[in-house]
């Protein structure tokens, strides 16, 4: 909390209300001021003039020199009417001045209302920040910091948080800019009051937690000194559209539903059909073939007995309690099938069919959805292929089962990646815990399953594909509580496609879609992919590499090419080259040809033999100092690829057992032997490539982001 | 040419002589500005005033307010010495600020000479921009422009060329920075006068072409505005450093020794074995194994008989002429044997043996580079795996033979590469025309290979992987004459090595060697790959696609999930979604369902079945409005893996057949059995993945940025 006084709460609280009741949207610069004043948002000294006497007036009274602006409801952008004159000072020229704003602002304007000029306190010079808050679709209330200035609005160098926030998440946005530096002072200039800015920042965020009703705050600009940070002006914009309130479950709600949809024991399939080539004849097939231990019970109103089962006409006729529900009826005929799963009592329906929102029919989905509600059930879909749950055996999709159990689970708003990602995991033998399809997200969604994720034993990662958040906040909320446990890889569609939205102020205009995704994902500790690949690629490989305990990366490669472009991916993904001690590279040195190079990367060299490569991945495992290693392997005929990888794979597993851990990645070049070396090192713990230098460490960097985002690295 | 008069350069000349004779290297301003006189760069009226009473003179003359500056060789950065003062008018100020500066000075470097205060007319207000000019080791004098200012100092956005630029040139600099915008007027602001500063580049890229004992040039700030623009300040920094003249061949001998190694009749191989293991051995097998049908000399002085071919003790012995002499015989001996290849007039030795300049042996490199350059011999190596030349089933390596024939020449400097880039070209049968090692480039190195390949009709995609270029102009102009005929891919190791380089001026901090090589390497023309693996999907791949004929690209999905990432890529590889004219969208919605959506992507929607695939890349194939396809694949029942890449073959073979070709790019997602579609596609002229949306996008748009360079899209 601010430490905002009640009573100036309650002032600001009618002063909106008296600017909502005049029709008006946008507050004028002394409303504005008298907000900022309540708010304690620091502001120039400065006073309304309703004539030229008392311009005059206020300017002695204020001193030094003055800025003065036009005052008027109809008047949003002042400098391009020409309503501000900045830098007068003495009688003569405030007078001119005065009259010279009103002029042209007649001539901009005529018929606009003009309350008067406002005349403030000139700032003294510094850095021009912006300091701002918008109302984002997807997370609410979101405050915006970036460096002032035409420059900055071009170059889009600006940072987001979830409003409020604390002091240190404040001062955090100003090292989360590109200019952070100008910030702590170049050549030679001061550094800003880094707390003093980081206070508006608060502020800012406090107010609008305070009053949904306000859209967008700008301060801009805020001049930074090393004294201070002052708010040159501050625009208000306010907004009638108020978010609908979303049902909520409470975390025990969830993992009791989930659960029960993730591990059931009995499972009821409405449609399941004896017709081969209908999705319930697959799902039925799908059920039973990939050895569903639990109850499978088919619901066909024109069948008695379905793959060898008894069926039902309808799910209320099915004995006992029932887990799931799965729907493979058309869309049409869903409604009236929901209800009787209401009835008897089903918390989970997983409903295949399409032609709900995505298809124009948004009415049906509501309906669905509002008989959902009513029952307390829980929807998976519309519009989805099913979903997987491999330890329990369940394969509830019309695709085909996959039975390689492991720690990866899956997420996709599209069924088309969906199906990549099946084909990906097969094609790799990943091991998975859960694929699940979410489609329309009528219902559950990433939160949900994060919420359930985070405490399934068999999950040690979570990859999700998707194009939007129904409810950013609680996708956070339920990120942060995951992170700390696992890492969760997210992979944000449409990126790009938010393109120009119409915003009212600076902060909205650079507050594209993308940006406040990317910062609000990263803030919440979030990896982000920056695609479909890299996403696939991440969620094999992080539960394969223990997680690091400091940020020393080394380099060990038999071919000084690979070390090159080692480097450089190093760098890429924000890791740290180790500088290596005396003692250690002398301890290095000792194992390789005088003409080779330690230092990082350690260069043994190509045509070594396969001691040389173990003496120094050995050394690497050995020494505390080192937290995790990037191996470079020349496929040569002295040391070849599965020489290699059995000699690696066998000093890590060796290391393991004596309880020492780092994450080791490895990049081979050379002749295709190197694949199945690649294959057989992923199986034992490390990760490795073929042909690329910048998978493996992507993948490393990946794993270094979770581990700092779960608070393992200071 | 600038248009400089020849007693103005003579006075130049004469003028950084006495520079020099003073034993100095910085420029005093008043030199500078005689410099800049002289070659018509635009700067303030000015004046050297060597008291106080000329300094006030000096500011009257000029008028208007003034900017002091200490004028000292022995002060560089005046503004942290308190060395300047800006906007005095007035006796009483311009004294004050003179006798202050003075004061200033003397606290700050009390031994400094100090020659004056500069006065100098103060400029009016406008956009600070940077010019200058920098000594790259790789490209020479080269010419750098950014905005002015702290904040681009920090943010490093500048863009470079070789010098002397043309007028043309100097204005695409202006378009090549981020804040590019900026230039052109924002919010309100005037535009600048853009020819004028591109004047003031034009001329300082000419300055230093005319003199290359200047090592640095900085007119920081240039101040633009609409009415031109005029360097605030100039700093010209000279060297002693001349860069070696290196030995350059004539493209006619280039392609002469090229062929000869290239498409050779007769290889001898100096220290051929018959012991399994040595390198010689290899090498001979290979040769023989490999097919390669000219003579094969094998050349040991302790056998006569080597593979069952007749062994010579010395190369002079071989009879008749030989094209290729290689060498697998270690170092010490390669010079003696390199004499007796000179004496025998062969025209290529290839250097497979390593202990050279790459183990600290550059005295051992510098004599054989002697004996070759005395003889006329061209070196390739030493330190390297050897070369392919498949076209004549040449396999003069010790690696394994490679038989895939085809149209991509790959280059790389380290041996750890070429194997990976044989591995790659192997697992993806990848079409070769040769692969060459290049090693330490004592002599043959990327220039000669380019003039060689751009001849070359067997190849039409050369990629090349470099740690450094010998000589940065050579292959600036050697990739110039070869892009309008076919791609040249680049992917540079050691982008981020450069680090902290030692710099005088601002341009040459902001000169770090990556951002050179990118701008440079871009304005030749070349695509750039970002890491090892594009390197190699991007040569696989571009001469799979044809060219583009212009900026159409549509995208046709059976998942709307992989249209909205394959518009992400989209923009990220700098393509365009085309508008889709009206009657075109409605000739696309004939075929699709309802609740599908037209435009751009084109989503099919999912189960369609062949038929709708069928007819929609049918009209993007037809319709010549549209220049490229990307198609998005979704796994279904109804239209499974093989029957859409049989159909997407089909369509595009015939149309191909008819004269049409275009482009066609397609992400397949969807269980293992899309691998194999992808293969299918991409040996039929589609280039197809599996599992990423992004690496289709990659390519082409690697395809467009060549055809772009070539000239074949305005």
Redesign the interface.
Known sequence: MVGVEAQDREAVRALLAAVRAEGRDALTAPEGRTVADAYGIAVPGEALARDVDEAVAHAARLGGRSVLKIVSPDILHK??AGGVVVGVEGAAEVRAAFHRIIENARAHAPAARIDGVQVQQLLPPGQEVIVGAVTDPTFGKVVAFG?G???????K?VTFRLAPVSADEAISMLDSI??A??LRG????PAVDRWALAEQIRRVSQLVTDFPEIAEVDLNPVIATPEGAVAADIRILLTTEVAKPRRTYSREEILHSMRRLMQPRSVAVIGASNER?KIGNSVMRNLVDGGFPGEIHPVNPRADDIQGRKAYKSVTDVPGEVDVAVFAIPARFVASALEEVGRKGIPNAVLIP?GFA???EQALQDEIVAIAERHGVRLLGPNIYGYYSTWQDLCAT???PYDVKGPVALT??????G??I???A??TRTGVSAIVGLGNKSDIDEDDLLTWFAEDPNTQCIAM?L?DLKDGRAFVEAARATVPKKPIVV?K?????AGAKAAGSHTGALAGDDAVYDDILCQAGVIRA????EM?EYARALPVLPAPRGDNVVII??????G??L???I??NGLRLMEIPADLDAAFKAFI?P?GAAGNPIDIT??EPPATYEATIRLGMEDPRIHALVL?Y??T?VTPPMVFAELTARVVEEFRARGVEKPVVASL???????EACAYLFERGVVAY??????PVAVLGAKYRWARAAGLLT
Not at 150 to 155: I, K, Q
Not at 186 to 189: F, L, W
Not at 669 to 675: F, Q, R, S
Request: include cysteine.
């Open positions: 400098t391009d460096l200035g035409v420059l900055v609005e071009v170059l160098d590109g200019a530096e100008i170049v050549r030679g200039a080539g399409s995505e298809t124009g019309f695709c085909t996709s708003q599209s069924g088309g990646i199906m990549a099946l084909g990906f097969r094609s594909h194009e992979l569609a449409g990126r790009t496609s920056p695609g479909l690949n696939l490669t038999g071919a000084g090419g690979s090159v472009l480097s450089d991916a760098v890429d040809p003409f190509g045509g470079g020349w496929h005929i070049a050379g002749d295709i032997e190197v694949e073929p042909y690329t230098t910048e998978k």
